[in-house]
């Protein structure tokens, strides 16, 4: 009886939590084929094209960009980094004749650091 009196006095209690909420900031990425065939040597331009709610979408300074290659067919499964720049402009150097990269874009707010990909 004394412990169902206890958390009772515990659950009554005022909340006292912060409760000042704001919109996050959402962001869409697009401009990007579902996939790209090149070959070793050739060059690879992707120009994204990214909108968000909040903010506008050409200042880069809020935001920090990386382009990534991953190769799923060998263990471990290795990701590469190939860009840190908002749009891709690479030499295809990756070593593989019939192997298929998976590519990523990820772009983060600083601020917030939350990411899309």
């Known amino acids: 009886m004394v412990l169902l009196t206890a958390f009772s006095f515990i ?13 996050i900031n959402e962001g869409t990425i697009t401009n990007i084929n579902a996939s790209y065939s090149l ?11 990214i909108t968000f709610t909040n903010d506008d979408s050409n200042d880069t300074s809020k935001y920090t960009y990386k382009w990534s290659s991953v190769d799923a067919t060998v ?3 290795t990701e590469t980094t190939i860009a840190k720049t908002r749009n891709l402009n690479w030499t295809v150097s990756l070593a593989s004749i019939s192997t ?9 707010e600083k601020s917030t650091v939350v990411s899309w990909r």
């Open 39 to 49: 070959m070793r040597g050739q060059q690879l331009v992707i120009n994204p094209i």
């Open 75 to 77: 263990l471990p499964i």
């Open 11 to 23: 659950s009554c209690r005022k909340d006292i939590g912060n409760y000042d909420y704001h919109t």
């Open 100 to 108: 298929a990269y998976t590519l990523y874009y990820l772009v983060t």
